[in-house]
Each structure stands twice: as structure tokens, then as C-alpha cells.
């Protein structure tokens, strides 16, 4: 290898470290044939809590995080078949305890002739608290959508009792603009 490729390499190293040191997802990678983790980037390490030798040299579905997670044997063997698995609200435990929602992507790469996974951990638990409020907003809307059309309607049913008693005590109507919606309605046309 000449100078000038090796210095390549280097700086190509040296990009990549720094990119996978400073990614703000976490990710591992892991041998493809056995599933054993070769590296994690400080992202994950700092998430979960774990330190990076909790992880290094132990197949995925060993690692305590993900240990009874969708990351399991099975789900090995089918992302070695299609290259490619995600999982989008994977619930995950950190060493302190705290519950947080990830998104888990891996995908199966070629690197020097050897396949390797890249798997990308992705912290979605503030997407999915705002998902949860937005919900609970809209259903309390739906609510008071509900009750202020049902008092609308109350409210005109008994402006045209008003308007139908006035009549009968033959009295001036109190409520014209009711007029016009009885003479609409299909109820009020079959008592005429």
C-alpha cells in the first residue's frame, strides 16, 4: 500500500469513528454469522446506562436491555434472511429503570468481504408522550363537540316548543328565524 492510500485510509477511519462516536442515535454493531456485539457508540451507552463492556462480546438477546426484547434469536435468523428488520415502538428499560420507547432499525452490510449489522436505536419517548397528549386532546375535544351540538339542538327544539305555545295562546312568535327551520323539518311538515 502506497503513502497516499494509507493516509486515505486513515482519514477514512478516523471520519468514520468520529461519525459513529458523535451519532445522537445509538448504534451497535454486530458480527452477522453469530450475533455478538463489536462495537456500541457512546449514544447507546449513555441511553441506556450501560457501559460499553456490558455489551461487547455478548450476542444481542444476551445483553440485559434487550434480552426479552423483539431482538431475539428468531428475530436474528430473519433479519440474516431479508437484511433488514425494524421495530417501531420497542419498549426498552435503562439500568436506572426508567421506561423509554426506541425505534430499532437493523440492517445487514457487506464491509471487507464480511457481512456485519448495523443496528440503529433510535429514542422516540418524547414523539410518543406528544402522540399521547395530542390523543387525549383530541378525544376531549370530541367531547365538548359532542355536548355543545347536543345543546345546540336542545336549545332549537325548545325555541320551536316556545314558538308552537305561543300559537296556541295565539300569541306573536318569540323566535322567527325557528320558523323557517320547522317548516324545513320533516316532522313538523307531517303535524301541519
Known amino acids: 500500500m502506497n503513502m497516499n492510500a494509507e493516509t486515505q485510509l486513515i482519514e477514512s477511519e478516523t471520519r468514520y469513528r468520529r461519525l459513529f462516536e458523535s451519532a445522537k442515535d445509538g448504534i451497535l454493531i454486530l458480527d452477522a454469522d453469530n450475533g455478538m456485539v463489536v462495537d456500541v457508540n457512546p449514544f447507546l451507552t449513555g441511553l441506556l446506562g450501560y457501559s460499553k463492556e456490558q455489551f461487547?462480546?455478548?450476542?444481542?438477546?444476551?445483553?440485559?436491555?434487550?434480552?426479552?426484547?423483539?431482538?431475539?434469536?428468531?428475530?436474528?435468523?430473519?433479519?440474516?434472511e431479508k437484511k433488514y428488520v425494524r421495530?417501531?415502538?420497542?419498549?426498552?428499560?435503562t439500568s436506572d429503570g426508567r421506561k423509554i420507547e426506541v425505534e430499532f432499525?437493523?440492517?445487514?452490510?457487506?464491509?471487507?468481504?464480511?457481512?456485519?449489522?448495523?443496528?440503529?436505536?433510535?429514542?422516540?419517548?418524547?414523539?410518543?408522550?406528544?402522540e399521547e397528549k395530542i390523543k387525549g386532546q383530541l378525544a376531549e375535544l370530541q367531547r365538548w363537540q359532542d355536548v355543545m351540538l347536543g345543546?345546540?339542538?336542545r336549545?332549537?327544539?325548545?325555541?320551536?316548543?316556545?314558538?308552537?305555545?305561543?300559537?296556541?295562546?295565539?300569541?306573536?312568535?318569540?323566535?322567527?328565524?325557528?320558523?323557517?327551520r320547522s317548516a324545513d323539518s320533516p316532522t313538523e311538515r307531517s303535524n301541519s
Open 105 to 130: 432499525v437493523s440492517n445487514l452490510y457487506l464491509v471487507d468481504g464480511e457481512e456485519v449489522i448495523q443496528c440503529n436505536i433510535r429514542d422516540i419517548t418524547e414523539r410518543k408522550r406528544a
Open 151 to 153: 345543546r345546540e339542538d
Open 155 to 180: 336549545v332549537q327544539e325548545l325555541k320551536s316548543e316556545v314558538n308552537e305555545l305561543c300559537c296556541r295562546l295565539g300569541e306573536k312568535i318569540r323566535y322567527p328565524s325557528q320558523e323557517n
Open 56 to 80: 461487547m462480546g455478548k450476542n444481542l438477546w444476551e445483553v440485559g436491555v434487550f434480552k426479552d426484547i423483539a431482538a431475539s434469536k428468531a428475530s436474528f435468523i430473519e433479519l440474516q
Open 87 to 93: 421495530y417501531e415502538n420497542m419498549p426498552l428499560e
